[in-house]
T-cell receptor, first 115, second 111 residues
Framework: EADIYQTPRYLVIGTGKKITLECSQT?????MYWYQQDPGMELHLIHY???????EKGDLSSESTVSRIRTEHFPLTLESARPSHTSQYLC??????????????FGPGTRLTVL | QKEVEQNSGPLSVPEGAIASLNCTYS??????FFWYRQYSGKSPELIMS????GDKEDGRFTAQLNKASQYVSLLIRDSQPSDSATYLC???????????FGTGTRLKVLA
């Protein structure tokens, strides 16, 4: 069973605010991912990390930034939120050594609304 | 051509029937394949993973992999209304080992 947590679960915030979406996992996985998904639409990879101090941009351009200072923690930050950032943000983690086939496990998601 | 393709649906099946969901992929060297279920407003949850050619069964779910034809399918036997969701196919590509998701197939099981 996956132990991956995201906070907050829901966030409504005004334009221009700085926000940080938290993601933590207790499985010791090296790989972590952030996806953005609009309702009824496909998943878009926006950031990923293969270990501490390693971060890469995903396939979808995003104005957000990430950091990976600890294995278990992979926060996503928006310096200045805009209505176009309104979406669901999903965090996932995987580890080929522990998950067999490098299976990704997802957190519950953060639904962000920017007014 | 997308790396992982799925019919968006919706696929409607009556309760108790077999639902068949298909996924094709373009990277012939891909080795690992996954099926996720995603309920509306929720995050994807893993149903099955498959690595070798052939069938893999888990309860009412059977994953089928055919590497020569580059497709993977998911069969759901005795479909229930609670199976109504979007089913995502995911593939790990060779070389770059990227995790690629399909756009998902929406399944509706009619009571």
């Amino acid at each position: 069973e996956a132990d991956i947590y995201q906070t907050p679960r829901y966030l409504v915030i005004g334009t221009g605010k700085k926000i940080t979406l938290e993601c933590s996992q207790t499985m010791g996985h090296d790989k972590m991912y952030w996806y953005q998904q609009d309702p009824g639409m496909e998943l878009h990879l926006i950031h990923y990390s293969y270990g501490v101090n390693s971060t890469e941009k995903g396939d979808l351009s995003s104005e957000s930034t990430v950091s990976r200072i600890r294995t278990e923690h992979f926060p996503l930050t928006l310096e200045s939120a805009r209505p176009s950032h309104t979406s669901q943000y999903l965090c996932a983690s995987s580890d080929p050594l522990r998950g067999g086939l490098d299976t990704q496990y997802f957190g519950p998601g953060t639904r962000l609304t920017v007014l | 051509q997308k790396e992982v393709e799925q019919n968006s649906g919706p696929l409607s099946v009556p309760e108790g029937a077999i639902a068949s969901l298909n996924c094709t992929y373009s990277d012939r060297g891909s080795q690992s394949f996954f099926w996720y279920r995603q309920y509306s407003g929720k995050s994807p949850e893993l149903i099955m993973s498959i690595y070798s050619n052939g069938d893999k069964e888990d309860g009412r779910f059977t994953a089928q992999l055919n590497k020569a034809s580059q497709y993977v399918s998911l069969l759901i036997r005795d479909s229930q209304p609670s199976d109504s969701a979007t089913y995502l196919c995911a593939v790990i590509t060779s070389g770059t080992y990227k995790y690629i998701f399909g756009t998902g197939t929406r399944l509706k099981v009619l009571a």
